[in-house]
C-alpha cells in the first residue's frame, strides 16, 4: 500500500460499492482506512451506515470515486479513476442532468438514445462545427463527421465511420446525421443534387429494410455499408451502397409486438388512392404476412405520408412512376400470395381449392398463370441421372416453398431497388477519395436465437477484433511518439471465438458439410459440434437440458443458440420450377428481376439469396457461369462478404459511433443502468477504458500542468525552463517514479494520479482560503473594534456635554426664576389698583346712563303715539284701496287661468305629436323660429288681453263714478224722500240687496286669492323642480362632455400607439424586403460566378478539343453585365472568353462538347432570378411607398386628433360658409350695381379693361369656392371615416343620452315646454342683439369692400398694362406670381373673420397646397423652358459645326490660313472648366483598363482624392450627356460595372481591394444622384454644381443597377472581414485570458483542447481590436461614408457576438464562473474601442447584448426561486433553449463551486414556457444586416478636380 492511497482512503473520501439494481452505489468513509484493517465503515448518500467487508485473499479496496470537477466531462478518458462506476456514473450524469447525449471515450463517440426529438441537428449547429477540430467543440455525431472529412483531405485516406449498438439504439439516425453532415458541408460539383439523392436513399432504404421490433419501432433488418464519393476538390461526386444479410424471414413471420418490413403497411394504409386500386388492397390485418404480429400500427407515425416521402424518394433517384407502380404490384402480390390457402389431399399430398381469389390476385399482378402456379406449389420435380419424377408434397412442405418464394421474390425485389439506387448516386467522374458510413446490427442476443443472430453476432466480432487492434495501436503509437519506455499491455483478443467460427471445422464449415448431405438435418449437425467442439474448446458448450443448442462464449456474452432451422436457412432453397414460372411471367420487371439474377455475379461472390448485398463497380467476367455460385450456401456468401467489408475498413482510416439504449421502455432521458452496462460492456467501451487505464491514461502538456499545479509549486522551484520545473515539482510530490513518465511534449500519469494532484491542489487552495479568511476575519474583528472604541470616546464626549450643558441651563433658570417673581408681584399690585379705579368708574357712569335713558324712554313714547296714529289712518285708507285692486287682479287671474289652459291643451297636443318631436331634432333653427313665432303669437294675445284688462278698468271706474254720482243724487233726494215713507222703504230693502251681493262678491274673491295662493306655490315648486332637474341634466351633460373628452383622450392616445406600432411593423417589413432582396442578389452573384467559371471550362475544354482556334466577334455585347445592358466595348479577354463560349457551344451543338442540359438549367435560373429580382424591387419600393403614404396619414390623422370636438366644428363650419356665401352674395350685387352705374372709358369702370378685371376676380373667386368645397368634402370624408372606424365607443354614448332626453319629454311635456319657452325668450333676445350687432358690422364691412374693390380695380389695371408690356414668358411667370399673390390674400382675409382655429388651420393648409402646386408648376415650366434652351443651345451648336465644315469644304486654298484664327476659343474654354472629360470611344477600353483593372489600392490610390474613380468616371458621363450621346453612356456604365465586377471576382479576398471599390460605387452612386437634376438631391447643392447636373439622360434605372453592385461589393466585404476575423474570435474571446489566473485549465481526455494559456501563434483580444482598428482606418483612408461605415461595424460585432456565443453554448469548458469574468471585459474592452471611434450610437453594442447575457447568467447565483426570476428578467436577449444550454453547461473549474441543481433548472424551464420565440439554439452567423446607402452629397466641385499623372489617363481632355 503506497503512500497516496493511504492518503486518498480517509475520511469522507467517496467510494463506488457494487448494487444489485443500480449496478454501483457511492459512499463515503465515516473513518480513515488503516493497513490490516479488514473492512471498510461507510455511510451511503441516503444516511445509511454500512460495513463493506474486503476479499481477505486480495484484499482490493472499492473504486474510488472521482472530484465534482471531473464530473460530467465530455472525454471519459479526461477521469483520472478509469473503471467502470466512473464511466457509468458520467455517463448518467451527462444524459440525465445536463441532456446530453453524446461523449467521447477516447477515439469512440457514445451516443445516447434520448427517445426524443433534440434541436441538435440543424443546419446552425452543422455550420458551427465546421471547421473545427474535434476536441474543440462537445462531443457530437457532426464532430466525428468533420473528424473524418479533415482527415481525408489532409491526410488524402480513405476514412470510414463504424456506427453500432443494440437494436434501438439509434445506429440508423446516427449514420442518417453523419451523411446529412457531408451532404452540406462538401456539397456537389454539378446541379445533379448527388447530396439529396445520397439523403433520399434513407426513405426508401428505410421503407423496404426496417421494421418495428419490440426494442426499436424503426430497426434495420439489414446492415449496409455506404461509400460516399468525393472528387479533388472534396465535393460530394457520388456514392456507393453495400447490404448485408437482409432478414428474409421477417417478410413470412414476425413475433408478438413486431412488424414486417414498413413498405407493406405504408401500400395498405394507401389502398384507398385511385393509383393503387388495382392492387386489390385492403386493412393490413386483412393478410397473414402483416398480421401476425398483432400491432400493425406505430404510434405516431402515419403510414400513408411515409409512403408518399418513399415515391418521392424514388422520383428523386430517377425510378419512374411505371416502375414504382411495378415495385407496388410485386410487394402486393407478395401479400396476396401469404393469403394462398394450401388444403391437405392425403397424408402425402396437397392442393390448393380452385379460383382462390388471392391466388388469383397474385397471378394477375405477376402476370403467371393460374395453373402453373397452382400446381408447383404442391408439387415439385426431382432429377436423377436418367429420369425426372414430379412428387407431390405435403401441406407444410407446401407452405414452407411458398413462404420461400416469396421470401425469394422480396430478396431480388430488394437487391433490385439497391442496384438502382447505386445506379442513381453513381457519376462518371473521376473519384478521389470516399467516407464509408456503416450502419450494422450490433451484438444480440434473444430468448431464441437462431442462424440471424450468429450472423450478426459473428460481424461483431469481427468488427470488435478490428477496434481492439486500432485502439491499442493508437495507443501504442502515441508512447512511441513521446519517446517514453512502454511495455506490451494486455487486451482481450477474440481470436479464437473466431476461430471457433469460421476456421476449418468451425461452425460454419461443419453447417455447409451438413447442408452438403443428403439426409443432413439440424440434429446431426449439432452432435458434429458436440463432438468436434466440446472437449477442444472453452469458449463452446453444451446447454445442459438440450441436444439441439449450443453455447458460444462471446466477447459480450454467452449465447445460446437453437440449432433448428439453421440448415435451411442456410441453404436458402426455392422451388426451381416456381422460379421458371415466374421467369415465364408477362410482367417485365419481374422478368428483369430474374434476369438480372442470372447476370450480375458480384465480386464477392455473393448471389441473390444473400440478402440483397450488392456488387461493386467491377465488371463480372462474362464468360465465368454462374452455376457455382448459385451453391454457395448463406453463411459461406455472408463470410465473403464480411471478410470483404474487414479489408475495407483496414484499408480505411475507422471512426467509431457506439450507440446505447438507455432503457427497454422507449422513455425520454431515462437511464437503466443494468441495461447501460451490459451495452458498454458488449460494445466494447468498457475495453477501452481498460486498455487506457493500463497504461498512462491521463496526459498533461508541460505548460497545462505548469499552469494548473503552479500552487503547489514554492517560489524558490519555480525556474525558467518549465519542463525542468515541472520534473522536481512531480519528483517531491510523487515519490513512486512508476506513477508519470515524462514526454517529449506532455507529461503521463498513471490512473488516479491526478486525482492525487487534485486533492494536493485543493487541500493547498484549503489551507490558502483559510488562511485569508483567517486574516480578513481578524482584520474585521479590528476594524469593528476601532469603530465601536471611536464611538465610545463620541458618546462620552457628547454625554459630558450634555451635563455641562445641563448645569449652565440650571443655573440660568434659577436667575432668571428670581428676576421672573420680582415683575410678577410688582404686575399683581398694579392690576389690583387698576380694577378698583375702574369699579368705581363703572358705577357712575351705570347710574347716569340709568337717568338719560328714563328721559329718552319719556320722550320716545310721545313720538311713537303720534307715529302709530297716522300709520292707523293710513292703513285704513290702504285697506279700502286694496279690496278694489284684489277685485281687478281676481278677474285678471280668471281670464289669464282661462288662456293657459287653452295653451296648456295646445302645448299638449304639440308635444304628442311626432311630427313635433322631428321638428325639435332637426335642427336649432327650425326650433328657434318656431318658438320664436310662438312667443310672437304669445305676445300679441298678451297685449291684447292687457288691452282688455285696461278697458275693462276704465269701464269699471267709470261704473263706479256713475255711482258715487248716483249716490250723491240720491243722498240728495233722500232728504226730498224722507217725506215718503213708502219710497224709502224701497230704496232701503234695494240697499239690503246690494249689501249682500257685496259679501258674495267678497267670498268668491277670497276663494279666488286662496285659489291663486295654491296655485303660485304649486308653481314656484314645479319650477324649483324643473330647476333641480335642470341642475342634473347639466351635471349629467358635464359628466357626458368629460367622459367624451376622456375617451377621445384615450383615442388619441390608442391612435398614437397604433401609430408607432403600425410604423414599427412597417419600417420592420421594410428592412426584412430589403434583407430578402440583398440574400437574392447574393444568390443572383453566386451563380452568375458559377455561370462565369462554366463558360471558362466550356472554353477551356473547347481549346483542348481544337488547339489553336480562337474566334474573335467585332461586335460582342457586354453580356457579362446581369442588368442586360448592351455595349459595343467590352475588355479584350472578356470578349475573347465569350468568343470561346461560343466556340464551346459549336462543338457541343456538333456532340463534342459538355451537356446543354446545365446551362440551360443555369439561363433559365438566371431569367428567374431577374424576375425574382425586379419583383422584390418594385415590391420594396410599393413598401417604401406605402410606408411614406401611411406616415402622411398618420401625422394628419394625429394632428385633426387634437382639435375640437367634430360635430361643433361642423356645424359652426356650416355657419361660417353660409355667411359667407351671403357676403359674396352682396359683394356681387354691389358689384352689378357699380357696372350699372358707373360711366363707360378706357380706364373707367365698365370699361373693358375693368370688365376684365373682374372676370379675373370672379374666375379666382368660383376656383376658390371650388378649393374650399374640395377641402370641406375631403374633411368631412376624413371625419365620417375616422367617427366610424375610431370613435364608435364615443358616439354611442351620446346617442342614449338623446333618447334619454326624447323620453324625458313624452313624459313631462308641461316641464319640457316652460324650460325651452324661457330658453326661447333669452335666445331670441340675444339673436335679436346679435342681429343688430351684426347688421351693423355687415354694412361697415361693405363700405370697406367698396373701398377695397375700387383700389383692387386701380391696382389690376396697372398690373395688367405692366402685364402687357412683359415678354410672353416672363408675362406667364408674372401673371402666375400675381395670382399666388392675390389668392393667398383673400384667402388671408377670408380667414380673419373665421374664428374657428380648426378651420383656419385646415383652409390654411388647403391654401399652402395650393400654393405649393403652383409653384411647383411655375418651377417644372423654368426647368422645361431651360431644358428647351441647353437643347436649343446645342443644336446650334451643331448646326453652326455643320455650316463650318461646308464652309471649310467650300473654302478654296487660299483661304485655309485664316482657319487657325477660329482655334482662338479653345483656350478660352478651358479657363471656364465645365467639369466634364471627353474621351474618345476608341479609348473607353484603355479608361476602365488604367482606372479599375490596374489600379491598386496599396500603391497608386493611396495618395489619390477619396472617391476620385467615381468623379472621373461621373465627369466622362457629364460629357456623354452633354452631346447626347445614349450609346457612349450606356457602354460606359456597363464596361465600368463589369470591370468593377471582375475586379472583386479577381481580388474579393484583398479586404483593401473590396473596401476601396465599396467607396467609390458608393461615390458614384451619390454623383449620379446629386447631378440627376431632382430637386430631393438638389437642395444640398450650390448653384455652380446645380448647373453641373445632367441634362439629356435620366439615369435612375442605372442608379438601381449600381446601388444593386454595391449592396454586393457590400455584401462581399462582409464575407472578407468574416473570413479573416472567424479564425481570431474564438481564440480572442474564449480562450485567450485576458485577464491572467483567473480560469484554471481542468484534466482533458484524449481529444486534447486548445489550450487557453497565450502561445506565440495564437490570436488575443489584441489581435482582434487591432485588426477592428485596421478595418476602420482602411475604410476611413479610402472616404467611406460614415453611416456606412457604422452598418459595417454593426456587423463585424454581430459577428463577434454571434460566432463567440455559438461556441460558448457548444463548449462544455468555457461555461463557468471565471470565463464568465473573461468574456465581460473582452466586451467591455470592445465598448471601450467603440467610444474611441465615436461609435457607440450605431448599434453595435447592442448586438453584443446576447453575449453579455450569457457571461452575466454564468455569473449570477443559481439557487433560489428569487435567482430564477432575476435571471428571467435579466437574460430578455436569449432564449429559452440558450438559457437552459448554459445551465446544463456550468462546470465548476474547482471544488469551491457548485454545479446547477437539476430543479433550478426545470423552474427557469416553468418561468420561461410562455415566451414566444424561436427554438433555434444558435444565432446565425451567416445573417448579414440590410444594407442601406443615405445620400452623402459632396461639396468638392468637378472644376476643380485634377487628375494625377500616375493613373496614365493623359487621353482624356477637360471640356
Not at 479533388?232 to 457520388?238: C, E, F, L, N, S
Not at 292707523?872 to 286694496?882: E, I, Q, S, V
Not at 295646445?906 to 327650425?926: T, Y
Not at 428567374?1168 to 415590391?1179: C, S, T, V
Amino acid at each position: 500500500m503506497n503512500q497516496e492511497l493511504y492518503y486518498m482512503f480517509v475520511k469522507l473520501a467517496r467510494v463506488w460499492i457494487p448494487d444489485a439494481e443500480e449496478v454501483w452505489k457511492s459512499a463515503a468513509l465515516t473513518k480513515n482506512y488503516e493497513d490490516g484493517d479488514g473492512s471498510l465503515q461507510l455511510a451511503l448518500e441516503d444516511g445509511t451506515n454500512l460495513e463493506h467487508k474486503l476479499d481477505p485473499k486480495t484484499k482490493n479496496l472499492p473504486y474510488l470515486r472521482n472530484p465534482d470537477i471531473l464530473v460530467g466531462e465530455n472525454d471519459l478518458t479526461a477521469l483520472s479513476y478509469l473503471h467502470e462506476p466512473a464511466v457509468l456514473h458520467n455517463l448518467k450524469v451527462r444524459f440525465i442532468d445536463s441532456k446530453l447525449i453524446y461523449t467521447y471515450c477516447g477515439i469512440v463517440l457514445v451516443a445516447i438514445n434520448p427517445y426524443e426529438s433534440l434541436p441538435i441537428y440543424g443546419s446552425d449547429i452543422i455550420n458551427a462545427y465546421s471547421g473545427q477540430n474535434m476536441g474543440d467543440m462537445d462531443p457530437h455525431i457532426f464532430a466525428v463527421a468533420e473528424e473524418a472529412y479533415k482527415q481525408m483531405a489532409r491526410d488524402e485516406r480513405n476514412q470510414s465511420i463504424i456506427v453500432s449498438g443494440e437494436s434501438g439504439a439509434g445506429k440508423t439516425v446516427s449514420a442518417k446525421y453523419a451523411m446529412r453532415y457531408f451532404a452540406t458541408v462538401s456539397g456537389t460539383t454539378s446541379e445533379a443534387n448527388v447530396e439529396q439523392k445520397v439523403l433520399a436513399s434513407n426513405p426508401i432504404m428505410e421503407a423496404i429494410g426496417n421494421a418495428k421490433t419490440t426494442r426499436n419501432d424503426n430497426s434495420s433488418r439489414f446492415g449496409k455499408y455506404i461509400e460516399i464519393g468525393f472528387d479533388p476538390r472534396y465535393r460530394i461526386i457520388g456514392a456507393n451502397m453495400r447490404t448485408y444479410l437482409l432478414e428474409k424471414s421477417r417478410v413470412v413471420f414476425q413475433a408478438d409486438e413486431e412488424r414486417n418490413y414498413h413498405i407493406f403497411y405504408q401500400l395498405c394504409a394507401s389502398a384507398h388512392l385511385p393509383e393503387l386500386k388495382d392492387l386489390r388492397l385492403g386493412s393490413a390485418n386483412d393478410f397473414l404476412y402483416t398480421r401476425q404480429g398483432r400491432s400493425p400500427v406505430i404510434e405516431g407515425v402515419d403510414d400513408t405520408k411515409e409512403l408518399s416521402t418513399t415515391r418521392h424518394a424514388f422520383t428523386l433517384l430517377g425510378v419512374n412512376e411505371s416502375y414504382q407502380m411495378g415495385l407496388f404490384q410485386v410487394l402486393a402480390a407478395i401479400l396476396h400470395l401469404g393469403n394462398v390457402e394450401v388444403k391437405d389431399r392425403d397424408s402425402d399430398s396437397s392442393v390448393i381449392p380452385p379460383n382462390n381469389s388471392h391466388l388469383t390476385a397474385f397471378c394477375e399482378l405477376v402476370g403467371v398463370s393460374y395453373q402453373d402456379m397452382s400446381h408447383w406449389l404442391c408439387h415439385r420435380k426431382l432429377r436423377t441421372a436418367t429420369e425426372t419424377y414430379i412428387k407431390t408434397v405435403p401441406r407444410l412442405q407446401a407452405v414452407n416453398a411458398r413462404d420461400a418464394l416469396a421470401k425469394h421474390v422480396y430478396a431480388k425485389l430488394f437487391s433490385w431497388i439497391v442496384e438502382h439506387v447505386n445506379k442513381a448516386l453513381v457519376t462518371n467522374i473521376k473519384q478521389r477519395s470516399f467516407i464509408g458510413v456503416l450502419d450494422i446490427y450490433g451484438f444480440e442476443t434473444f430468448e431464441i436465437n437462431s442462424f440471424e443472430q450468429f450472423c450478426i453476432n459473428y460481424a461483431n466480432e469481427k468488427l470488435q477484433q478490428q477496434f481492439n487492434m486500432h485502439v491499442f495501436k493508437l495507443e501504442q503509437e502515441e508512447y512511441m511518439r513521446e519517446e517514453i519506455p512502454w511495455t506490451l499491455i494486455d487486451f482481450y483478443d477474440n481470436q479464437p471465438c473466431i476461430n471457433l467460427i469460421e476456421a476449418k471445422m468451425g461452425v460454419l464449415d461443419l453447417l455447409d458439410e451438413e447442408c452438403k448431405m443428403p439426409k443432413g438435418s439440424d440434429e446431426s449437425w449439432a452432435q458434429k459440434l458436440y463432438n468436434t467442439h466440446l472437449k477442444t474448446c472453452s469458449l463452446f458448450q453444451k446447454p445442459r437440458l438440450s441436444n439441439r443448442a449450443f453455447i458460444i462464449q462471446h466477447f459480450a456474452d454467452k449465447v445460446e443458440y437453437q440449432c433448428e432451422g439453421f440448415l435451411e436457412k442456410n441453404k436458402d432453397t426455392v422451388n426451381e420450377e416456381q422460379i421458371n414460372v415466374l421467369k415465364a411471367s408477362k410482367f417485365p420487371l419481374l422478368v428483369e428481376l430474374f434476369q438480372d439474377g442470372e447476370k450480375a455475379v458480384s465480386p464477392t461472390g455473393q448471389p441473390q439469396g444473400a440478402g440483397g448485398r450488392t456488387r461493386l463497380s467491377v465488371k463480372p467476367d462474362k464468360g465465368r457461369t454462374s452455376s457455382r455460385e448459385h451453391k454457395k450456401t448463406v453463411g459461406c456468401q455472408f463470410r465473403n462478404s464480411l471478410q470483404m467489408l474487414m479489408d475495407t475498413l483496414n484499408a480505411t482510416t475507422p471512426h467509431y459511433v457506439r450507440c446505447i439504449k438507455p432503457n427497454d421502455f422507449k422513455l425520454a432521458f431515462s437511464f437503466d443502468p443494468m441495461r447501460a452496462v451490459q451495452q458498454l460492456r458488449a460494445c466494447g467501451v468498457l475495453e477501452t477504458i481498460r486498455i487506457s487505464a493500463a497504461g498512462f491514461p491521463s496526459r498533461w502538456t508541460y505548460q497545462e500542468f505548469y499552469s494548473r499545479y503552479r500552487v503547489l509549486m514554492k517560489q524558490k522551484d519555480v525556474l525558467q525552463d518549465k519542463r525542468l520545473t515541472c520534473r522536481n515539482v512531480l519528483e517531491f510530490l510523487v515519490q513512486d517514479q512508476d506513477k508519470y513518465q515524462f514526454g517529449k511534449t506532455k507529461i503521463f500519469f498513471r490512473a488516479g494520479q491526478v486525482a492525487y494532484l487534485e486533492k494536493l491542489r485543493s487541500d493547498k487552495l484549503r489551507v490558502a482560503c483559510v488562511r485569508i479568511q483567517k486574516t480578513i476575519r481578524c482584520w474585521l474583528a479590528r476594524k469593528k473594534f476601532l469603530r465601536q472604541r471611536r464611538s465610545a470616546i463620541t458618546i462620552q464626549r457628547f454625554t459630558r456635554g450634555f451635563q455641562a450643558r445641563c448645569l449652565a441651563k440650571f443655573m440660568r433658570r434659577t436667575s432668571a426664576a428670581t428676576t421672573i417673581q420680582k415683575y410678577q408681584r410688582m404686575c399683581v399690585a398694579r392690576r389690583r389698583y387698576r380694577q378698583k379705579q375702574a369699579a368705581a368708574l363703572a358705577m357712575q357712569t351705570i347710574l347716569r346712563a340709568y337717568m338719560a335713558r328714563q328721559k329718552y324712554r319719556t320722550l320716545l313714547r310721545e313720538s311713537k303715539a303720534v307715529v302709530i296714529q297716522k300709520h292707523a289712518r293710513g292703513l285704513l285708507a290702504r285697506r279700502r284701496f286694496k279690496r278694489c285692486l284684489r277685485a281687478i287682479v281676481y278677474l285678471q287671474c280668471c281670464l289669464r287661468r282661462m288662456r293657459a289652459r287653452w295653451e296648456l291643451k295646445k302645448l299638449k297636443i304639440e308635444a304628442r305629436s311626432v311630427e313635433h318631436f322631428k321638428k325639435l331634432n332637426i335642427g336649432m333653427e327650425n326650433k328657434i323660429m318656431q318658438l320664436q313665432r310662438r312667443i310672437d303669437e304669445q305676445n300679441n294675445n298678451h297685449r291684447a288681453t292687457v288691452d282688455k284688462l285696461a278697458t275693462l278698468e276704465a269701464g269699471h271706474a267709470a261704473d263706479s263714478e256713475r255711482m258715487r254720482v248716483e249716490v250723491t243724487r240720491l243722498r240728495g233726494v233722500e232728504e226730498d224722500a224722507r217725506n215718503n215713507a213708502n219710497r224709502a222703504n224701497s230704496l232701503q230693502g234695494e240697499l239690503e240687496r246690494l249689501k249682500k251681493e257685496l259679501a258674495t262678491t267678497q267670498k268668491e274673491k277670497k276663494t279666488i286669492e286662496d285659489w291663486a295662493t295654491k296655485y303660485r306655490d304649486e308653481m314656484e315648486k314645479m319650477v324649483s323642480e324643473l330647476k333641480s332637474q335642470n341642475g342634473l341634466l347639466k351635471s349629467e351633460k358635464d359628466d357626458l362632455n368629460r367622459m367624451i373628452q376622456e375617451q377621445r383622450q384615450q383615442m388619441t392616445e390608442q391612435m398614437a400607439r397604433a401609430i408607432a406600432e403600425e410604423t414599427q411593423q412597417l419600417e420592420t417589413d421594410l428592412n426584412e424586403e430589403r434583407s430578402r432582396y440583398q440574400n437574392l442578389l447574393t444568390e443572383h452573384l453566386r451563380l452568375e460566378e458559377k455561370h462565369d467559371d462554366l463558360k471558362e471550362e466550356m472554353a477551356l475544354s473547347s481549346n483542348t478539343s481544337r488547339p489553336g482556334h480562337r474566334r474573335t466577334d467585332s461586335t460582342h455585347s457586354s453580356n457579362e453585365s446581369e442588368y442586360t445592358y448592351n455595349s459595343e466595348y467590352a475588355e479584350v479577354d472578356e470578349g475573347s472568353r465569350v468568343s470561346e463560349v461560343d466556340g464551346g457551344r459549336a462543338h457541343m451543338d456538333s456532340g463534342r462538347g459538355m451537356d446543354t442540359n446545365l446551362t440551360l438549367k443555369l439561363q433559365k435560373r438566371l431569367g428567374e432570378l431577374e424576375q425574382d429580382k425586379q419583383q422584390l424591387r418594385d415590391e420594396l419600393e410599393n413598401k417604401e411607398e406605402l410606408f411614406q403614404r401611411a406616415r402622411a396619414r398618420d401625422d394628419v390623422e394625429h394632428k385633426k386628433a387634437r382639435g375640437a370636438e367634430l360635430e361643433y366644428e361642423s356645424l359652426k363650419r356650416q355657419e361660417l360658409e353660409s355667411e359667407n356665401k351671403k357676403l359674396k352674395h352682396n359683394l356681387a350685387e354691389m358689384r352689378q350695381s357699380l357696372l350699372g352705374n358707373q360711366a363707360t372709358g378706357a380706364g373707367a369702370p365698365g370699361s373693358p379693361a375693368y370688365k376684365v378685371l373682374l372676370d379675373q376676380l370672379n374666375s379666382s373667386s368660383e376656383e376658390l369656392d371650388v378649393r374650399k368645397e374640395e377641402v370641406l368634402i375631403l374633411r368631412s370624408q376624413l371625419v365620417s371615416q375616422k367617427e366610424a372606424t375610431h370613435h364608435k365607443e364615443t358616439m354611442t354614448e351620446p346617442t342614449h343620452h338623446v333618447v334619454d332626453v326624447s323620453k324625458l319629454k313624452d313624459t313631462d311635456e308641461i316641464k319640457q315646454a316652460y324650460v325651452g319657452l324661457k330658453d326661447t325668450n333669452r335666445l331670441l333676445e340675444s339673436q335679436l342683439q346679435a342681429q343688430r350687432r351684426s347688421y351693423d358690422n355687415e354694412t361697415e364691412g361693405l363700405r370697406s369692400e367698396l373701398q377695397n374693390v375700387k383700389e383692387e380695380n386701380n391696382r389690376q389695371q396697372q398690373l395688367l398694362a405692366q402685364n402687357l408690356q412683359l415678354p410672353p414668358e416672363a408675362r406667364i411667370e408674372a401673371s402666375l406670381q400675381h395670382e399666388i399673390t392675390r389668392l393667398t390674400n383673400e384667402n388671408l382675409e377670408i380667414l380673419t373673420d373665421n374664428q374657428d382655429p380648426t378651420a383656419s388651420r385646415e383652409a390654411r393648409v388647403t391654401i399652402l397646397r395650393r400654393m405649393v402646386d403652383l409653384m411647383e408648376q411655375l418651377e417644372k415650366q423654368d426647368k422645361t423652358i431651360r431644358k428647351l434652351k441647353k437643347q436649343l443651345k446645342v443644336y446650334s451648336k451643331r448646326i453652326g459645326e455643320m455650316g463650318v465644315g461646308q464652309t471649310e469644304g467650300q473654302t478654296s486654298p487660299g483661304q485655309m490660313v485664316d482657319e487657325p484664327v477660329r482655334a482662338v476659343s479653345i483656350p478660352r474654354r478651358e479657363k471656364d472648366f465645365q467639369g466634364m472629360l471627353e474621351y474618345k470611344r476608341q479609348d473607353e477600353l484603355k479608361l476602365v483598363k488604367n482606372l479599375i483593372l490596374e489600379l491598386k489600392p496599396r500603391g497608386v490610390a493611396v495618395n489619390l482624392i477619396p472617391g476620385l474613380p467615381a468623379y472621373i468616371l461621373f465627369m466622362c458621363l457629364r460629357h456623354a450627356d452633354y452631346v447626347n450621346d445614349d450609346e457612349k453612356v450606356r457602354t460606359l456604365l456597363a464596361s465600368t460595372i463589369n470591370c468593377i465586377k471582375k475586379i472583386l471576382k479577381k481580388r474579393g479576398d484583398d479586404f483593401e481591394t473590396v473596401s476601396f471599390w465599396l467607396a467609390n460605387t458608393c461615390r458614384f452612386l451619390h454623383c449620379l444622384k446629386q447631378y440627376s437634376g431632382d430637386e430631393v438631391f438638389m437642395k444640398h447643392n450650390s448653384a455652380r454644381q446645380n448647373e453641373h447636373c445632367l441634362s439629356n439622360f435620366d439615369l435612375a434605372e442605372y442608379r438601381q443597377v449600381i446601388s444593386d453592385l454595391a449592396i454586393q461589393i457590400y455584401q462581399q466585404l462582409i464575407k472578407c472581414m468574416e473570413n479573416i476575423l472567424q479564425a481570431m474570435i474564438v481564440s480572442g474571446m474564449l480562450e485567450h485570458e485576458t485577464i491572467q489566473g483567473v480560469s484554471g485549465v481542468k484534466p482533458t481526455g484524449l481529444r486534447k483542447r486548445t489550450s487557453s494559456i497565450a502561445d506565440e501563434g495564437m490570436y488575443t483580444l489584441e489581435s482582434i481590436l487591432r485588426q477592428l482598428g485596421a478595418f476602420h482606418s482602411t475604410m476611413c483612408q479610402h472616404g467611406t461614408d460614415p453611416e456606412l461605415i457604422k452598418q459595417v461595424v454593426k456587423q463585424q460585432f454581430y459577428i463577434i457576438g454571434a460566432v463567440t456565443l455559438n461556441n460558448l453554448l457548444l463548449r462544455k469548458d468555457m461555461c463557468s464562473w471565471s470565463k464568465g469574468m473573461q468574456i465581460r471585459y473582452n466586451v467591455s474592452q470592445l465598448e471601450e474601442w467603440l467610444r474611441d471611434k465615436n461609435l457607440m450610437a450605431c448599434g453595435a453594442k447592442e448586438t453584443l447584448e446576447p453575449l453579455i447575457q450569457a457571461a452575466q447568467l454564468l455569473q449570477v447565483k443559481k439557487k433560489t426561486d428569487e435567482d430564477a426570476e432575476a435571471i428571467c428578467s435579466m437574460c430578455h436577449a436569449l432564449t429559452t433553449a440558450q438559457i437552459v444550454k448554459v445551465l446544463n453547461l456550468y462546470t465548476p473549474v474547482n471544488e469551491f463551486e457548485e454545479r446547477v441543481s437539476v430543479s433550478f433548472i426545470r423552474t427557469i424551464q416553468t418561468r420561461l414556457r410562455g415566451r414566444c420565440e424561436s427554438p433555434q439554439l444558435l444565432m446565425d452567423t451567416k445573417v448579414i444586416y440590410p444594407v442601406t446607402f443615405p445620400f452623402n452629397p459632396s461639396a468638392l466641385a468637378l472644376e476643380t478636380i485634377q487628375i494625377p499623372s500616375s493613373l496614365n489617363l493623359g487621353f482624356l481632355v477637360r471640356v
